[in-house]
Structure formats: structure tokens, C-alpha cells
């Protein structure tokens, strides 16, 4: 089956532009045009797709994966030269995720801390107020996301 390149796009969700722009870069070596002169992809072509793709997430520049490309052209005597361009963009990957990750365990401390914190001012403020105080507090929607506390509290005040 052939696609065209707003068929692609509706697959893969790149735009036809990307694809125009890697097409035009010569990164999907086998694309037949039609005597319009219009693109159309095969399934093995979606498959270079897939490839070129996770290669520019993965941060390799159209350069990086046009050498990439034409060593796969050439066969499997280019297999070493291939490994090691995907070794060292995974290497790469991996050390930018580990980086996030370090960053979102931060952003996550932080996080429990300030909701940590919220709640005991809340509850200080709540465990200051009388049972009538107390019912408007929770009457009121804006307090709604305080339940727990307010709950407790309201326990604490029955007693």
C-alpha cells in the first residue's frame, strides 16, 4: 500500500512539512513519486519514518542522520559504523534522561514540600477555630480541597 504524505502525517502525527523537509534531505532513501510528481511512502518507507524520527528525538541533526542513512545504504559491511552512532546516541539519551530525572525528583521535593507545608498551616488555622467557624470554613468551596483536615479537625473538636 502507498500513502501520501497527509496520510503519513495522520499516522504518525509529524507534519507534512517535517517530512517534506527530511524527504527533500534525502533520509528516506526509497520514495517513489508519481508522474505528478507526488510522494508516496510504502510500508517499508514508514519504517525509515519511524527511524529518522527517533533519531532527531533522540537529538541526532538531519547531517548526523543523512551519514546514517547512507551507511545503511551501503550494507552490512557499514554495521560497525551504524552500532556505534546508535551506541552514542543512546549513551547521550540516557544521560539526558537521567538529568530530567534528577530535575523531577527536585521538582517533587519541592512539591511535598509546599503541599506538606500548606496543610499544616491549614490545619493550625483550623485546629484555631471554634465548631461554628469551623462549619463555614468547610461551607466554603474554596476550602473543599482541605477535607482531610477538615475532617480531623472537626473529630478533634467532637471530642
Sequence with gaps: MAYTIKEVEEKTGISSHTLRFWAKNNLFPFIQRDDNNIRYFSENDLGWVAVVHCLRQSGLSVGQIKEYVDLCLKGESTFEARLAIIQKQRDETAKIINEYQRALD?????????????????????????????????????????????????KTLAK
Design 106 to 154: 527536585k521538582l517533587e521535593s519541592k512539591v511535598q514540600f509546599y503541599e506538606d507545608a500548606i496543610y499544616k498551616r491549614e490545619k493550625e488555622k483550623i485546629e484555631r477555630l471554634n465548631p461554628n467557624e469551623l462549619k463555614s470554613y468547610f461551607e466554603n468551596p474554596q476550602n473543599k480541597h482541605y477535607k482531610g483536615v477538615g475532617e480531623n479537625a472537626a
